[in-house]
Each structure stands twice: as C-alpha cells, then as structure tokens.
C-alpha cells in the first residue's frame, strides 16, 4: 500500500472517528449521570443493531487509523523502517480490530 | 594613479571608510571547521548601519582572509547568503546587526540541515536534489512553434501559484524545518512549495512523476504544520500553505492552501 492511499485511509478514518469519539464521550456522561448500572446499559445496546453497527464501524476506524499513525512515528522516532515495520503495523491494526470486535460482541449480543 | 592593496579594499568596502577612530567593537562568534569545528570569537567594529554580511566580509578583510561564506548580489534576490544567525536562519545581507543584537551575543553560523563545506557555507546540492526530486521542473506540452497559452492572473489556480513563484532558494526554510532536521530524506518545504506551484500551473503536464515525489515516502506527508518555514522566510512566502494545498489535492480536493 503507497503512502498516498495511507494517507487518504487515516485522514477518513479521522473523520469517522471525530465525531464518534464525541459521542462515546457524550455515552460515557450520560450512563454515569443516569447511574445506569451495567445490566441497564446491556438492556440498552443488547439487541440492537443501531449500537452493533456504530461501535462495529468505530472498531474498525480505529483500527485502521491507529497503526498508520503509529508507523509515522516509529519512522520518525527509531531507526525501524521496511517491510518489518509495514507488516508489525498490519498486525497490530488486526489485534485492535480483533479485540474491538470482542467488545462490541459483548456488548451488543444477547 | 595604481592603488596598493588597502586602498583598494578600502575603496570597494565604503564601510571601512566610515569608521570612526575608536569605534565601539561588537563581539562576534563565527563557527569555523566542517561539521566538527569551534565557535572563534571576532572583534568588529560597530556601525550605525550595518548588515550580518558587512560583518562577516569585514572580518574576511581585515582579520582572516581564510574565512569561507557564500554572497552574490548583497540586495535580498540571489538567495546565496543565508546563514544561522543567533540561532536563527537568515538572510545576511538584509539582516542588520541592530535586529539581531538584542537577542544576545552575535553569533553567526552555517545553515543547518546541509552539510558544511567550510566555515558559513554550505553545500546546497542536497537541497537542490530534493526539487528535482519532488519534480520541480516545468514541462509543457506546447513547442515554441505553438502560441503561448493564455492564463487569466486572476484564475484561482494562477493566483495561487502567485503566491509561492517569489522564491529565491535561499535554504532558510529548509534550515528552520524541524522535520527535515529529524528526518534528512523529507524533501522540505522549498522543494514542495516548488512543487505546487507547478501542480497548480495548467501549462505544466509533468504531474504524473511529481506526485511520485510529493505523495511519496520523503513527500508533503511528512509535514506537521509546525510552520517554521513560514516564519522564517525571508521573502514572506508561506511554504506551509503549499504543503497543505499538496495535502489537500491528495484528498481529491482542489487543493486550494491554507489549513494543514
């Protein structure tokens, strides 16, 4: 994968994630004000497609958008360079998008 | 009437002429050497009016003859006398010593992120191969056989180019950029800055092996916006604002600078 399609891959996946890391903020807030315990917040996203997809498309938003973040700065920080690097950053990508998905399975799986 | 050798230096350097008899003495520190070498400390004479590279070439006649700078023109257009000077790139012979006093001792340095062929100059070569690395020659479609082509100044995309063409390739944002300091292979801000102007002129048809420089492992990605290359040119361009318009087109934008 060329630098321009890496770019053009975090700079969308910022996107994405902007407003989403607002509103899982926003969550957070919400379900600690209310003082939902955790068995209301799983009645709540159990079941329900609309949380399913919105935190299944923030896994992978992150998970794409992290590791090139992390390769630029390992690039201009360390020595590391190459395809070792490239393919440690796939890895990585594949692990935040693996335990991500078990997250959101958790969550929103009866 | 022949002239010794004084009187000719003293006629082709008016500022010697000027002097007074005691004059107050500005203490100078001039790196010396390559890469390795020591700060040497100078005593010049202080004048009402005078630039970093009066100070250097007075030092070169009068004092150390083996003193090795680079000049041409003395009036801001060619770009050769760029040095570090009190920490910070300039332009030497548009800088004058009342400027830079206040920050400290005068200290006068190479430029940074080049390799030092001898005391204040540097080799520019490096800098030079990135513009070609980033494309930064123009390649048109049209012969001389062909009328020239007719761009309206006030086109979005030609006003845009307008605002980045004044360079003089002078090295100072290439000298302030953080990156380039950090990572030698980035191509800089004068070379992308080069670039888009070129990128956003519609006579030029080289954009294909440009982007395989701007859009590469050493291109406009590298950027971080810190903006030094701005604040630091000495002809008031903004290499930054290029970069992000390069940014921008890669998004499939129009690219139109500003922004990060």
């Known amino acids: 994968m060329n630098e321009l ?14 407003p989403m890391v607002l509103i899982h903020l926003g969550l957070i807030l919400f379900a600690m004000r209310q003082g939902l315990s955790a068995e209301a917040i799983l009645d709540r996203t159990q079941g329900s497609i609309f949380w399913a997809l919105f935190y299944g498309l923030f896994v ?14 390992l ?11 490239d393919l440690a950053m796939v890895l990585f990508g594949f692990l935040l998008f693996i335990l991500g998905l078990r997250a959101v399975i958790g969550v929103v799986v009866p | 009437m022949k ?27 001039v790196w010396r050497g390559t890469q390795q070498g020591e700060w040497q400390h100078f005593s010049v004479p202080k004048r009402d009016n005078q630039t970093i590279l009066d100070v250097v070439t007075w030092i070169q006649r009068h004092i150390d003859p083996g003193l090795s700078y680079r000049f041409a023109c003395r009036v801001g257009m060619c770009g050769s006398c760029a040095m570090t000077v009190t920490g910070r790139p300039r332009w030497t012979c548009r800088t004058h010593v009342a400027q830079v006093l206040s920050e400290g001792v005068l200290e006068i340095g190479p ?77 800089g801000p004068a070379a992308l800055n080069r670039a888009w102007t070129l990128e956003v002129d519609e006579r030029d048809q080289s954009t294909e092996t440009r982007h395989q420089g701007i ?46």
């Open chain 2, 3 to 29: 002239l010794g050798r004084q009187e000719v230096q003293d006629q082709t350097n008016c500022e010697l002429a000027e002097v007074p008899e005691n004059p107050e003495m500005l203490d100078v520190r």
């Open chain 2, 111 to 187: 430029l940074r992120n080049l390799p030092v062929i001898k005391d204040l100059a540097v080799d520019m070569a490096p800098f030079f191969e990135k513009w070609r690395d980033a494309g930064g020659h123009f390649e048109g479609a049209k012969t001389r056989h062909d009328p020239p082509a007719q761009v309206s100044p006030n086109s979005a995309n030609r006003e845009e180019a307008d605002l980045g063409i004044e360079c003089i390739n002078c090295g100072v944002c290439n000298a302030a950029c953080e990156v380039v300091r950090w990572n030698g292979r980035y191509l």
């Open chain 1, 75 to 85: 690039r201009e920080m360390t020595p590391w360079h190459g395809r070792s690097l």
């Open chain 2, 215 to 260: 859009w590469g492992e050493a291109g406009a990605f590298n950027c971080h916006s810190h903006g030094n290359c701005t604040v630091h040119c000495p002809v008031g361009l903004d290499p930054a604002r290029s970069i992000a318009g390069l940014k921008r087109r890669a998004l499939g934008r129009s690219g139109k600078g500003g922004g990060t």
């Open chain 1, 5 to 18: 399609t890496l770019f053009r891959l975090q700079r969308f996946s910022a996107a994405l994630l902007a």
């Open chain 1, 60 to 73: 992978v938003a992150a998970a794409v958008h992290a590791p090139i973040g992390l390769r630029s700065v």
